[in-house]
């Protein structure tokens, strides 16, 4: 194992990003890179200024929500009103359709974060003479839609991907769109004002934190903590945050904004970081938090009856039931692939239709698995960690075994949780300076993992048990000692028994002046 210092570790960091385009702000791509980018931005300034009827269409998840807030707020500071519709999980299904619009009053559609398949309801746009702007990042069909603009960096044809080492979110994609917007109708605007909403859709939608990633995230932080929106302020003070964290996004933001689209309605979540006044927002709050509770519940009570589907010998786990609410399809999948480390597949029975939610592991593609299925499912579509699918249930059986009949080795792919460990560090080397190191390469996340350590030899002292799980105690190795903490402990050492112990490294705020704390993931002899 490697033995660690300082200029090690800044040089394994370094590495991460030695394939990076871009290190500032100022140098990402510019919105005209996209493909139809220009299209799409003269035909919106045209209806602006011909105050035509202009709808958004979003998805009920984070990244939607997130990207229709975008749109909203920024048509709503030139003075243009908009139609926002947000189509409901149960009533409308996943994006655009023939149906949503049927019923919208519009003469020009965008959509926001989905799309990009949406053949059927691109047919009906041209039906009813309305103009349709595609922005999307899922994977397209082997065909585009007829619409009159598509805007997606996953185009053959696209030179934004050309420019980046990095794929992005819808949100991202929505923020480019207002950006050239701005730029065709010669107007100031601050662009950099949405970084906070939209560093929460990059990490919601498991974007990888490398090149443009790390640098719209770690500035969304910043603009994050400057509390601009009545939504952060209530959140900031309900969980007595004392600043937002990357963490805050993944354990605490995200799942607050997903509950209402996974139980009710996403447009709920959408009014929240729309509200006006804390008031407002502190209200919807206590709806969104009702939901997610409600989502809690169910969500371990399918986790714990879907393991049953679990099999050491299968290559992917498959789990269906016809009483598992859809809202939570994905959050179990998710919990199925993290703890047996392997694609997993969750489906909601309806009739004789399966519908469900795929959660893929380390970098295997979830769609390039569906591909070689897709000739028995109904529809299929998503990213490369996480994708949506519906299939006849009389074909669940044959599902199962083509999947596990594929040809992908386990010993190829790292099928380990997403833990990096450096190397071994002596106690010696850690100090605040080492701190500073690890927070010049901040946010840590998906594609730039928190660095882990073991350190040896180390002596535990004065244990404390809180609520009969969580571990707090001192490590000493060669007269330093460190405070830590432990979650979730399953193996709990004798006082003074001399111990190895594998960890992450933080900064605790809950003295006067911050202090190092060891974060320890596992004690062993």
């Known amino acids: 194992m490697l033995a660690l210092n300082k200029t090690k570790i800044k040089q ?43 709808a958004v269409v979003g998805d009920y998840d984070v990244d939607g929500i997130v990207s229709s807030t975008i749109m909203s707020e920024f048509f709503a500071n030139l003075g243009v009103e908009i139609i926002v519709k947000i189509p409901n999980r149960f009533s409308d299904g996943y994006g655009i359709s023939e149906d949503i619009v049927s019923n919208l009053d519009a003469s020009l559609i965008i959509t926001v974060d989905n799309g990009i398949v949406a053949y059927e309801a691109a ?117 007595k945050k004392k600043f937002f964290d990357y963490e805050s996004i993944p354990f605490l933001i995200a799942p607050l904004l997903n509950a209402s689209g996974r139980m009710d309605d996403a447009s709920i979540s959408y009014k929240f970081l729309r509200a006006k006044s804390l008031n407002e927002a502190k209200n919807l709050l206590e709806i969104i938090e009702k939901l997610n509770q409600d989502r809690k519940e169910q969500e371990k009570q399918s986790f714990l009856e879907s393991i049953e589907f679990a099999n050491e010998n299968d290559k992917v786990i498959i789990a269906y039931s016809k009483n598992w609410h859809k809202g939570i399809l994905g959050i179990v999948a998710g919990r199925l692939a993290k703890q047996f480390n392997k694609p997993s597949f969750v489906f909601n029975i309806e009739d004789d239709l399966a519908k469900g939610s795929a959660r893929s592991v380390a970098e295997l593609d979830i769609l390039e698995l569906l591909s070689n299925v897709s000739d028995i499912l109904t529809n299929y579509g998503g990213h490369k960690g996480a994708a949506g699918l519906a299939l006849k249930v009389e074909h669940l059986k044959e599902f199962k ?45 998906q594609g730039n993992e928190k660095p882990f350590f073991i350190s040896k030899g180390v002596i535990i002292k004065n244990l404390v048990l809180l609520n009969e799980k969580h571990l707090k105690c001192t490590f000493t190795q060669n007269n330093l000692t460190f405070e830590a903490i432990c979650f979730n402990c399953d193996f709990i050492p004798f006082e003074n028994e001399c111990v190895n112990i594998h960890y992450s490294l933080q900064k605790n705020y809950f003295k006067p002046s911050p202090t190092i704390q060891l974060n320890i993931s596992n004690i062993y002899i």
């Open 401 to 445: 075994t083509r999947l596990n009949n594929l040809e992908f080795n386990y010993n190829d792919i790292d099928f380990c949780d997403t833990t990096n460990t450096l190397g071994e560090l002596e106690f010696s080397e850690i100090d605040m300076e080492l701190l500073d190191i690890l927070s010049d390469f901040e946010p840590f996340g």
């Open 123 to 239: 047919n009906k746009c041209k039906e009813l003479g309305i103009d349709l702007i595609i922005s999307d990042h899922h994977t397209p069909g082997d065909t585009l839609p007829n619409a009159y603009a598509v805007i997606n960096p996953k185009r053959d044809d696209c030179e934004f991907s050309k420019h980046i080492n990095c794929e992005i979110c819808g949100a991202q994609v929505a923020w480019w769109l207002c950006g050239a917007i701005k730029k065709e109708l010669d107007i100031e605007y601050n662009m950099a004002s949405f970084l906070d909403l939209l560093c929460i859709a990059i990490v919601a939608d498991m974007m990888n934190l490398n090149d443009l990633n790390h640098i719209l995230v770690r500035y969304g932080l910043k603009e994050l903590n400057k509390l601009n929106r009545p939504a952060f302020v209530v959140l900031k003070e309900k969980y």
């Open 12 to 54: 394994v960091l370094e590495d991460r990003f030695k394939n990076d385009f871009h290190k500032s702000l100022s140098t990402i791509p510019k919105p005209h890179t996209f493909k139809d980018m220009n299209k799409a931005a003269i035909r919106i300034a045209k209806a602006i200024k011909n105050k035509e009827k202009i």
